[in-house]
């Protein structure tokens, strides 16, 4: 089966600092790894996917992630932290089987950024 | 508005009720997943549809719980007689359907969430 796991449940950072957000993944085959982010009383927003190829990848508000086969992760990761991105952060695995977009989600990590 | 919508937002029901959750994907969208999210933990998968169609049911309980996708309207998740425990937010995602063979490798989308609170 597939999962993801994310091994914090909290992460402080000071804004202007970078972050990182951890994720490692358990699959067969390739993995297809997704990022999203949710804030309070809201659905979850899509922030970035990796696919193929770059094993850096770029996504919306400055976010970006690195796959690392190797070490299976797939880390979140900003150069300079904002308050306003203290929220709740969630990796993702697609599902292979059977079609469609199903996806398998970690159990979250909350991100706080202090001024 | 093009987005996953999700109604009622919030929703509470006393023991024994019913719930009913109701989901429009994005248009264009013919694939539709429901997730439940309980206090302090993450997103639990329940159920996929297609139009008409269950795909994947593998999350959901096996009792009082349901969905549908009709060929017309919104997608349904539906539970009877409801219990404290499925206090929960329920959300509904979409995705495009799969073209030509070749694997769909985007993403969900997602509403805003349904708030269940039983008394």
């Known amino acids: 089966a597939q999962s993801v796991a994310q091994p914090e449940d909290q992460v402080n950072v000071a804004e202007g600092n970078p972050l990182t957000v951890k994720c490692t993944y358990s699959?067969?085959?390739?993995?297809?790894l997704f990022w999203y982010v949710q804030y309070p009383n809201r659905g979850l927003q899509f922030l970035l996917k990796?696919?193929?190829?770059?094993?850096l990848v770029k996504g919306s508000y400055g976010f970006e992630a690195e796959f690392n086969k190797s070490q299976t992760s797939f880390h979140l990761k900003k150069p300079s932290a904002l308050v306003s991105d203290s929220a709740l952060y969630f990796c993702a695995v697609r599902d292979r089987k059977g079609g469609g977009n199903k996806l398998t989600f970690g159990t979250g990590t909350q991100l706080k950024v202090e001024l | 508005n093009a987005g996953v919508m999700q109604n009622p937002r919030h929703l509470v029901r006393r023991r024994g009720q019913e719930a009913r959750l109701r989901c429009s994907p994005m248009k264009g969208h013919s694939h539709v997943y429901w997730y439940r999210q309980l206090p302090e933990e993450g997103l639990k998968f329940m159920v996929y549809l297609q139009k008409e169609n269950i795909i994947d049911e593998s999350g959901m309980p096996k009792e009082r719980f349901s969905a549908e996708f009709p060929k017309e309207g919104p997608s349904i998740l539906r539970i009877q007689q409801v219990v404290r425990g499925d206090s929960a937010a329920y959300f509904c995602a979409s995705s495009p359907p799969s073209r030509g063979g070749s694997s769909n490798t985007g993403e969900l989308f997602f509403g805003e969430g349904s708030r269940l609170t039983v008394l």
């Open positions: 699959v067969s085959g390739n993995p297809y």
């Open positions: 990796y696919i193929t190829g770059d094993n």
